[in-house]
């Protein structure tokens, strides 16, 4: 039965990840590829540190809470990078699928 | 008080790190952590400028558990875009005017955008009054912002400025 539920974990994680990656390849501007990575992958890996979780803590040595802090710092770290590697996109004007809301983008960052 | 205990939230929340990370609550790790706990904020006063004060925790939960479901939400909707015909996405971007004053929320408000459907935070106006928001697809920005600031930013504004 435990089996079972392992597997299923670490397939939907598996299989989330895989999507959040293929975000990479099929959109098709820079801004829209963000949005793959950085959501995509959070239930995948998500649930891979669920299995890791109850592996580990059905093994008879005790509770594994690691990954509780692998997923705090998952969550926290994910949307950092997104929020920078978009600001650093605005910044150089890549080409966008989206209209630049070329106001907000001249005051911001005012170059 | 203030002086011996800068960051009397962060100092409890250090502590509970450290027991996660030792992966053990023996006294030892506990008294270990506690004194991580006031300690480390003396070294980070700077980067924390402010002690964190919370109004409303259990308005804190309730946004914590809301965040948490719309994440798996998110996954769904972005796989489900990922999957479909990518010529038929409409991204835009969106500015949402801010009413959060403290640095914190605001940071805690872009994250939580990045984590849930469909949107990504992009820049923060310098005076921090208002945040440029990327939408994977949507056909009214007018309409997405207000949910944001309806959704994410009211309980936001209730848990950590005084009203």
Not at chain 2, 76 to 91: D, E, H, K, S, Y
Not at chain 2, 120 to 131: H, R
Request: glycine share 6%; aromatic share 8%; hydrophobic share 50%.
């Amino acid at each position: 039965m435990l089996d079972y539920l392992l597997s299923f974990l670490i397939l939907t994680g598996a299989i989330f990840t895989f999507i959040g990656s293929l975000g990479l390849a099929r959109l098709r501007d820079f801004y829209t590829r963000l949005h793959g990575p950085t959501k995509a992958t959070t239930l995948g890996v998500g649930s891979l540190l669920i299995a890791s979780a109850v592996f580990f803590s059905t093994r008879g040595e005790g509770i594994s809470l690691h990954e509780v802090l692998v997923t705090l710092f998952l969550f926290i770290t994910a949307p950092v990078s997104a929020h920078l590697l978009s600001k650093a996109a605005l910044h150089l004007r890549l080409k966008s699928l989206a209209a630049l809301p070329e106001e907000a983008v001249q005051k911001n960052i005012g170059d | 008080m203030h002086r011996l205990l800068p960051h009397p939230i962060l100092a409890p929340a250090l502590a509970g790190i450290w027991l996660l990370l030792a992966n053990s609550l023996a006294p030892g790790q506990i008294v270990l952590g506690l004194l991580l706990g006031w300690a480390i904020p003396f070294f980070t006063l700077r980067f924390w400028p402010e002690a964190v004060r919370i109004y409303k925790p259990l308005t804190l939960l309730r946004f914590t558990a809301m965040v948490l479901l719309d994440i798996v939400r998110a996954n769904f909707t972005v796989a489900r875009l990922i999957l479909g015909n990518p010529q038929r996405l409409r991204p835009a971007f969106v500015i949402v005017p801010l009413e959060l004053r403290s640095e914190l929320a605001i940071s805690l408000l872009a994250n939580t955008i990045c984590l849930t459907p469909g949107t990504v935070s992009a820049l923060l106006a310098p005076d921090n009054k208002s945040l440029l928001v990327h939408a994977l697809n949507t056909t009214d920005p007018d309409a997405l912002a207000a949910t944001i600031k309806q959704r994410y930013e009211t309980p936001l504004k209730e848990v950590f400025e005084p009203c």
